[in-house]
Nanobody
Framework: QVQLVESGGGLVQAGGSLRLSCAAS????????MGWYRQAPGKQRELVAR???????NYHDSVKGRFTISRDNGKNTVYLQMNSLKPEDTAVYYC????????????WGQGTQVTVSS
């Protein structure tokens, strides 16, 4: 069974940086896309950034220009470089991996806490 292992979360002051990593427990196949979602207390989970195995990316408007998503397809690993962090970025960040065939399915990591202080 596929397991997504996240790391890199922590406490940082506003304006600082963190890099999140997410590695899948298998390298037998490549996911169609991997990305990051986040959820703050009392709020719904939202997409932060996503990247396909072809390199296409999309970002939440609030993080454009500050966050960069990248991946190592051979290792089924995805990274999120977060710069110029703001208190509004505070949330639990969840790694996501998606397959499209034979049917659409999402795998989720356990979440890693990111806290940005002012």
């Amino acid at each position: 069974q596929v397991q997504l292992v996240e790391s890199g979360g922590g406490l940082v002051q506003a304006g600082g940086s963190l890099r999140l990593s997410c590695a899948a427990s298998t390298t037998i196949f490549r996911f169609d896309a991997m990305g990051w979602y986040r959820q703050a207390p009392g709020k719904q989970r939202e997409l932060v950034a996503r990247i396909t195995n072809g390199g296409s990316t999309n970002y939440h408007d609030s993080v454009k220009g500050r966050f960069t998503i990248s991946r190592d397809n051979g290792k089924n690993t995805v990274y999120l470089q977060m710069n110029s962090l703001k208190p509004e970025d505070t949330a639990v960040y969840y790694c996501n991996a998606n397959i499209l065939r034979p049917a659409s399915y999402d795998y989720w990591g356990q979440g890693t806490q990111v806290t940005v202080s002012s």
